[in-house]
């Protein structure tokens, strides 16, 4: 049991004595005219740690731009594409355009689309 808590206190001793170590450095730094070297440092290791969570933001409120949800106008099938580029669906295979967080079918030139009616029939007896 004495050896497991002389193991913990040397861990302790451990993580202390570096930073110990790096608080009189940085005090010797400054007092010798070199702080700037310590300031360099620090900010540099500042930015390794905020660059990452500044990109993955960018990067999240670029996806939530982009990134559109919605549905097939042929099928119905719900599916995700990007704003502003055209593709198929992946359902019917139907070319589709993605424009302002909506699908729009692609309709070549000269095309008139028509919607049907039904009409009834009347039969005239003779």
Request: charged share 20%; hydrophobic share 50%; glycine share 6%.
């Amino acid at each position: 049991m004495n050896n497991k808590f002389q193991k913990f206190v040397w861990l302790n001793n451990f993580g202390l004595n570096y930073l110990l170590i790096f608080l009189l450095l940085g005090l010797f730094l400054s007092w010798i005219g070199l702080g700037w070297v310590l300031n360099s440092f620090l900010i540099l290791v500042a930015l390794i740690f905020i660059a990452p969570m500044i990109v993955l933001w960018r990067i999240r409120w670029w996806l939530q731009r982009d990134l559109v949800e919605n549905k097939c106008p042929v099928c119905s099938y719900r599916f995700t594409g990007f704003n502003k580029t055209e593709g198929r669906c992946p359902n019917c295979g139907e070319p589709l355009k993605i424009e302002e967080g909506h699908f729009y079918r692609v309709i070549p030139p000269d095309t008139i689309d028509i919607d049907a009616v039904e009409v009834s029939v009347n039969q005239l007896e003779d």
